[in-house]
């Protein structure tokens, strides 16, 4: 792992904690819905039906959606043992998570949304 990809990931488990984040299937699609997730990240080995469902809800919304790191990788972050998506209520944190991210090699945009 690199160290953007670290920084991105310490970021991101920094928003969770200060209670900027929405853990867990239902509780991601329901901040898609009701506009407030900034940003959506899920783990890169989530199956396709549900890599489907989140990048459908992001691109109807217009919520930029992150593929990074695992599902281990991504709960250790945000102090859980495995998460598979995670939606970051914060702006301001969403704009330098997916900075940090999309700037490692961990990381790939599925979309990408240019108003974060």
């Known amino acids: 792992m690199t160290d953007l990809s670290?920084?991105?990931?310490?970021r991101l488990g920094m928003a969770v904690r200060a209670g900027h984040g929405r853990i867990g299937q239902e509780a991601v699609?329901?901040?898609i819905r009701d506009k407030?997730?900034?940003?959506v990240i899920v783990a890169a080995d989530v199956g396709a039906n549900a890599a489907k469902k989140y990048a459908d809800k992001c691109a109807y919304y217009s919520v930029p959606l992150l593929k990074a790191a695992d599902r281990k990788t991504l709960g250790i972050a945000c102090g859980r043992?495995?998460?598979?998506?995670?939606?970051?209520?914060?702006?301001g944190f969403a704009q330098r998570v997916l900075a940090d991210l999309r700037d490692?090699?961990?990381g790939d945009v599925i979309d990408e949304i240019a108003g974060v």
């Open 6 to 10: 670290k920084r991105g990931l310490q």
């Open 29 to 31: 699609l329901v901040a």
């Open 36 to 39: 407030s997730a900034s940003l």
């Open 81 to 91: 043992s495995q998460v598979v998506a995670v939606a970051v209520t914060d702006p």
């Open 104 to 106: 490692s090699n961990g």
